[in-house]
C-alpha cells in the first residue's frame, strides 16, 4: 500500500513538471512588472561642512580725481599776481592756473568752464560771494565817468589763463581778493548734460548737476 502511494506521489511531481516548463524546457514568458512600492523614509541630514578661510583684503586703490562722473574741477584759486601787459595801449592783466587735466583729449572733445567771485569789488558793484561764468562784464562809475571791465580766460594745454582789460585803463594793478574755479567736463559727459539742458552759464544749475561744493 505505501509502495502504490509513493509511485501516485512521483506521478504527480512528473506532471507538475511537465505542466510547468515550456516546450524543449524553455522558460515561459516574463510577467507584467509589478507597481513602484512606496518611496522609503527620507535619509537623515549629514553634519554641516566646515567653513573655508576668508580671502585677503585687496590693495586700496589709487584716490580718483575730484570731481562728479567724470567731471573734474578746481578748488577756488586767487591769483597771487598779475602780469601786466599794454596791447594796442590798452592794459592787459593777467593770471595763469596751472591745471594738468586739461589734456589735449579734453580740448578736442570735452569743455572747461571757468566761474569767478569777483570779490575784490566792493559789494554794490559785485554781491559778496556771487558767482558767474566767465567772460564777465562788470559796468560801474567812477564820479560822472562810465567803466566797463570785462573779466575772459583763455584754455591751452594744461592751464587757464585769466585775463581782466579795463575800457579806461583805470587800474594799475588787481586786487587779490577775486577768485576763480575752473570745471572740466569730458566730451561723453558733455553730450550727456547738453541732453538734460543744464545752463553751463548760471553756476547754481552747473553746480547741482555735478554736486559741487560751494
Not at 128 to 133: F, N
Not at 143 to 152: Q, V
Not at 189 to 208: C, E, G, M
Request: charged content about 10%.
Amino acid at each position: 500500500m505505501k509502495r502504490v502511494n509513493y509511485l501516485l506521489m512521483l506521478l504527480a511531481v512528473g506532471v507538475l513538471l511537465i505542466t510547468s516548463c515550456g516546450k524543449n524546457g524553455a522558460v515561459g514568458p516574463q510577467g507584467p512588472t509589478g507597481p513602484t512600492g512606496p518611496q522609503g523614509p527620507a535619509g537623515s541630514t549629514g553634519s554641516a561642512g566646515t567653513n573655508g578661510t576668508n580671502g585677503s583684503t585687496g590693495a586700496t586703490g589709487a584716490t580718483g580725481a575730484t570731481g562728479t562722473a567724470n567731471v573734474i574741477y578746481s578748488a577756488w584759486t586767487t591769483p597771487a599776481s598779475y602780469t601786466k601787459d599794454t596791447i594796442f595801449s590798452t592794459y592787459h592783466f593777467d593770471a595763469n592756473i596751472p591745471a594738468a587735466k586739461i589734456t589735449q583729449a579734453i580740448l578736442d572733445n570735452g569743455t572747461v568752464l571757468v566761474y569767478g567771485k569777483l570779490d575784490g569789488y566792493t559789494a554794490t558793484i559785485w554781491p559778496t560771494s556771487q558767482v558767474s561764468a566767465l567772460p564777465i562784464v562788470v559796468t560801474y562809475e567812477e564820479g560822472t565817468t562810465t567803466y566797463t571791465d570785462t573779466w575772459s580766460s583763455l584754455i591751452t594745454l594744461g592751464n587757464v589763463k585769466i585775463d581782466f582789460v579795463d575800457n579806461g585803463n583805470l587800474y594799475g594793478g588787481i586786487s587779490n581778493a577775486h577768485q576763480f574755479r575752473y570745471v572740466i567736463i569730458p566730451g561723453a559727459v558733455l553730450t550727456a548734460t547738453i541732453n538734460k539742458h543744464v545752463n553751463f552759464n548760471d553756476y547754481s544749475q552747473v553746480q547741482q548737476a555735478f554736486h559741487l561744493p560751494d
